[in-house]
């Protein structure tokens, strides 16, 4: 079964393969459902930064240093940090180079 939407708002059109259906219909087939919590990115789980690794033997200092930075964050033993989210990124960040990076992601 394949589900489109045309169009936004009041002037929506809803499609079930092909055929033209209601809304309520077609929201009875593909029933909303959570993308995460809202502050992942992307609203979705946390991801492992290969960008911002650090070397293997040194996680842990990494780890300890980031919390006294006030970010706390989790260094996998492969030295990748976690990223929880866009928020989280942000910080992390902006204790480490100041205003000096920007996520283009993020730029509106």
């Known amino acids: 079964m394949i589900g489109k939407i045309v169009g936004h708002g009041k002037k929506a059109r809803y499609y079930i393969d092909g055929k033209k259906v209601s809304k309520r219909t077609f ?11 809202g502050s992942g990115l992307s609203c979705v789980k946390p991801v492992e930064s290969i960008a911002l690794a ?3 033997k040194r996680a ?5 240093d ?9 260094f996998k033993p492969n030295g ?3 990223i929880r989210s866009r928020r989280h990124q942000r910080e992390y960040l902006k204790a480490y ?3 000096s990076i920007v996520n283009r992601d993020e730029v509106s």
Not at 27 to 37: E, L, R, S, V, W
Not at 66 to 74: D, F, H, S
Request: charged share 25%; glycine share 8%; proline share 15%.
């Open 54 to 56: 650090c070397h293997p």
């Open 60 to 64: 842990k200092e990494f780890e300890e």
């Open 97 to 99: 180079f100041g205003n």
């Open 80 to 82: 990748s940090p976690i």
């Open 66 to 74: 980031a919390t006294k930075r006030g970010v706390p964050t989790v």
């Open 27 to 37: 929201k009875a087939a593909f029933p909303d459902q959570p993308i995460g919590d």
